[in-house]
Every structure is written in structure tokens, then in C-alpha cells.
């Protein structure tokens, strides 16, 4: 049975940091795309960052680049999110999730990803 259990998360105020991780079992998903989405109350699930099927961790949506990093440990099955420099419009309900079948680069849409963890929330106040 797949399962994927995050961890992390809470309140912050606006410029400060937090990290989120997603521990994976049932498998190994060290040749699985691994990554985030973020949902917001009224808003659709929207991606935030992944790791490739070799690995890379290069893949961020536009709105975090250069303040998010994801990355991954695949001897731990688990994929980490450390976000910096956080914004109001961060505050969100963050889900791991994973990709079985996408073997180049990544999907930035929910549907190829099978298996979702229960999801943390993040606030971000001003």
C-alpha cells in the first residue's frame, strides 16, 4: 500500500521560512517523479516544484523560483520543501505527490500524479 505522509509546515509571518517533507512507502520511488502542489482556499490545486525521474531537482513554478527548493532523498523515499522569503499569497494547503510514469522532466498539472499525501497547511500572515 503506497502511502505518503508529510510533515512540516505551520504559521509564519510574512519573510520568514519554513520546510515541509513527504515520506513515501510502499515502494520504491527513487525512479518516480516526486514533488509539490499547493492548493488555496477557492483557487485550483496549482504546482510548485519537483524532482525529475534521474533526479533533478530543477523544476519550480515561476511564482516560488528563487525562494523555494525542493529536493530529495531517494535512500529515504522522502521529498523536503524549503521555502524562504514566504509571501501572503504563499498560505496554502501544500500536497507531495507522485509521478509514476513521467520519465522526462516533469508534469506541472495534478492528473499523471497517482499517489497524494494528506496535505499541510502553510500560513504566511502580513
Known amino acids: 500500500q503506497v502511502q505518503l505522509v508529510e510533515s512540516g509546515g505551520g504559521s509564519v509571518q510574512a519573510g520568514g521560512s519554513l520546510s515541509v517533507s513527504c515520506a513515501a512507502s510502499g515502494r520504491t520511488f527513487s525512479r518516480y517523479v516526486m514533488g509539490w502542489f499547493r492548493q488555496a482556499p477557492g483557487k485550483e490545486r496549482e504546482f510548485v516544484a519537483a524532482c525529475s525521474w534521474s533526479g533533478g531537482c530543477t523544476y519550480y513554478a515561476d511564482s516560488v523560483r528563487g525562494r523555494f527548493t525542493v529536493s530529495r532523498d531517494n535512500a529515504k523515499n522522502t521529498v523536503y520543501l524549503r521555502m524562504n522569503s514566504l509571501k501572503p499569497e504563499d498560505t496554502a494547503v501544500y500536497y507531495c505527490?507522485?509521478?509514476?510514469?513521467?520519465?522526462?522532466?516533469?508534469?506541472?498539472?495534478?492528473?499523471?500524479?497517482?499517489?497524494w499525501g494528506q496535505g499541510t497547511q502553510v500560513t504566511v500572515s502580513s
Open positions: 505527490a507522485v509521478d509514476p510514469r513521467t520519465t522526462i522532466g516533469v508534469r506541472t498539472i495534478p492528473s499523471p500524479y497517482d499517489y
